[in-house]
């Protein structure tokens, strides 16, 4: 099915470790994101791309590198995890930046020990 | 900057009952309104949307009427299932250049009982 492919689905990780979480979309979307959704918080932006070979801070970008690999591809880095980037990611995208839907991703469990 | 506000949850029903989950909004100008949804397990999807002051977006029997003198968007369905039992997300687009990034409620977790 068409959609946004997120991997993995789960992952704990020790405090210091490093990890990417991938996303893939197969609608030809220009613009990918990501968030992350905590209890109580909602959703907060990441990071986004509006299009392919950029890339932008959103609202809570510290602790994350991001990296749009081609049109399809948008992937999020931790370099060093920490205990408060326990939480649920997301990813997302939409026809451009300025699109009134985004199409979201199932989701990717991490958490940090 | 935008923000959304929206009732906290949970929010517990009996089939068929009548929902009203609240959320209201600050922005400048005329933002784009929406409400998304979480089924268990999955990510969210778009639920309806409401691009001017009046409209009013509706979708699988749920309605939100876009209100600029109340600012508000509130969600509303008049005889909910089993199956709504899911999560649910006000949230914002804002109306300048720039600035049309979906700013989101914390969501309000509904819960349907038979």
């Known amino acids: 099915n068409a959609g946004v492919t997120q991997t993995p689905k789960f992952q704990v990780l020790k405090t210091g470790q490093s990890m990417t979480l991938q996303c893939a979309q197969d609608m030809n979307h220009n613009s990918m994101y990501w968030y992350r959704q905590d209890p109580g918080m909602g959703l907060r932006l990441i990071y986004y791309?509006?299009?392919?070979?950029?890339?932008d801070k959103g609202e809570v970008p510290n602790g994350y590198n991001v990296s749009r690999l081609n049109k399809r591809e948008f992937s999020l880095r931790l370099e060093s995890a920490a205990p408060s980037q326990t939480s649920v990611y997301f990813c997302?995208?939409?026809?451009?930046?300025?699109?009134?839907?985004?199409?979201f991703g199932a989701g990717s469990r991490l958490t940090v020990l | 900057g935008d923000s959304v506000t929206q009732m906290e949850g949970p929010v517990t029903l009996s089939e068929e009952a009548f929902l009203t989950i609240n959320c209201t909004y600050t922005a400048t100008g005329y933002p784009s309104l929406f409400w998304y949804v979480q089924y268990p397990g999955e990510g969210l999807q778009l639920l309806l949307k409401a691009t001017k002051a009046d409209d009013k977006g509706s979708n699988k029997g749920f309605e939100a009427t876009y209100r600029k003198e109340t600012t508000s968007f509130h969600l509303e369905k008049g005889s909910v299932q089993v199956s709504d039992s899911a999560v649910y997300f006000c949230?914002?687009?804002?109306?300048?250049?720039?600035?049309?990034?979906?700013?989101f409620g914390t969501g309000t977790r509904l819960t349907i009982i038979p």
């Open positions: 949230a914002l687009k804002g109306a300048n250049f720039g600035n049309e990034k979906l700013t």
């Open positions: 997302a995208s939409s026809e451009t930046a300025g699109a009134n839907v985004l199409t």
């Open positions: 791309s509006a299009s392919e070979g950029t890339t």
